[in-house]
């Protein structure tokens, strides 16, 4: 993720040192960004201050192809600080402490927001 105005994204071969692919993300802050399972595999999402973004490496790993993240009337958009994902599903964290869930729909990733549940802190 770069620091310039459009908090630009830019995915590296590292073993082969060069650019597969870059984008500008959004003129947002943008707080965090997550790869599909382990291996790194060819879909992210980035999510940051008003927007979760989902992308997809296009056209053998030299495009970014991206998709809004429709978050609809089950939650609201905010500041998003963290995403993980769970097998096919994304999980978001969001500024006002629920977990904004993205379930897969016939087995692929979507961006479609499902549910959103909101974290209960334990003290002990």
């Excluded at 979507?110 to 959103?116: D, F, I, K, Y």
Aim: aromatic letters at 8%.
């Amino acid at each position: 993720m770069g620091a310039d105005d459009d908090h630009s994204l830019a995915i590296y071969d590292w073993q082969d040192n060069h650019l597969l692919a870059s984008a500008k993300v959004s003129k947002r802050k943008v707080m965090d960004v997550a790869f599909i399972g382990t291996g790194g595999g060819d879909r992210l999402v980035t999510v940051g201050i008003k927007h979760v973004g989902f992308w997809q490496l296009h056209r053998g790993g030299r495009h970014l192809r991206y998709e809004k993240g429709l978050i609809s009337t089950k939650g609201k958009l905010q500041a998003f600080l963290c995403a993980a994902w769970v097998d096919d599903t994304c999980v978001v964290g969001s500024g006002d402490g629920h977990l904004y869930v993205f379930a897969p729909v016939d087995g692929k990733p979507s961006r479609q927001l499902t549910v959103t549940r909101k974290v209960i802190h334990l003290y002990i």
